[in-house]
């Protein structure tokens, strides 16, 4: 199975602060995803990528940054930060169609 | 308008007892994952279906492309088995997932 890694797992920030999300897979995947779940609203897409170097917008990009670095690294980046992005954050990876799911991280801002 | 619809939202069980999701889905369909989920945890990857049925111990997937819905079945439910389950559409010519809003499952013993 899938090994997919996130880092922090927990976090707490400030209004207007920088906050780096960052994923991990060891198993050269392609495909790479940022998603948000929320109550009352399931999970949605923030951003996507095919593989090192491509980012893609995903449902709701709005507030965020993605970067891939690589093939196996994924970050996903708040420049500023607002308490409406609290929210429990997961990264997934895909060889192309099915999808593996990191631990999450639960982000909050104060 | 939502491109799945999942029910039902809720559902309790007595141990034993069977359990039946549903998933319907209103655009061109490559694939349905099917997620569980325990409160505060991860998303474990249950089934990838395009199409027909498959088996994994006691639970059942089945996707009928025709009639754009796929289901889980859980056959004699035990308690370890409350969670969310999610249910998760890949479009055609897409790589992403676009998710049911989950049925949270409950099994009292």
């Known amino acids: 199975e899938a090994a997919v890694t996130q880092s922090p797992r927990n976090k707490v920030a400030v209004t207007g602060g920088k906050v780096t999300l960052s994923c991990n897979q060891t198993n050269n995947h392609n495909n790479m995803y940022w998603y948000r779940q929320d109550t009352g609203h399931g999970l949605r897409l923030i951003h996507y990528s095919y593989g090192a170097g491509s980012t893609e917008k995903g449902d709701i990009p709005d507030g965020y940054k993605a970067s891939r670095p690589s093939q196996e690294n994924f970050s996903l980046i708040l420049e500023l930060a607002t308490p409406s992005q609290t929210s429990v954050y997961f990264c997934a990876s895909a060889p192309t169609g099915e999808q593996y799911f990191g631990p999450g991280t639960r982000l909050t801002v104060l | 308008g939502q491109q799945v619809q999942q029910s039902p939202a809720s559902l309790v069980l007595q141990e034993g007892e069977n359990a039946e999701l549903q998933c319907n889905f209103s655009?061109?369909?490559?694939?349905m994952q099917w997620f569980y989920q325990r409160p505060g945890g991860s998303l474990v990857s249950l089934f990838y279906?395009?199409?027909g049925t498959k088996q994994s111990g006691r639970l059942t997937s089945t996707t009928v492309i025709k009639e754009r819905r796929s289901s889980l079945h859980i056959s004699s439910s035990q308690t370890t088995d409350s969670g969310t389950y999610l249910c998760?559409?890949?479009?055609?010519?897409?790589?992403?997932?676009?998710f049911g809003e989950g049925t949270k499952l409950t099994v009292s013993s």
């Open positions: 998760a559409m890949e479009t055609r010519g897409s790589a992403k997932l676009i």
């Open positions: 655009t061109s369909l490559n694939s």
């Open positions: 279906n395009p199409s």
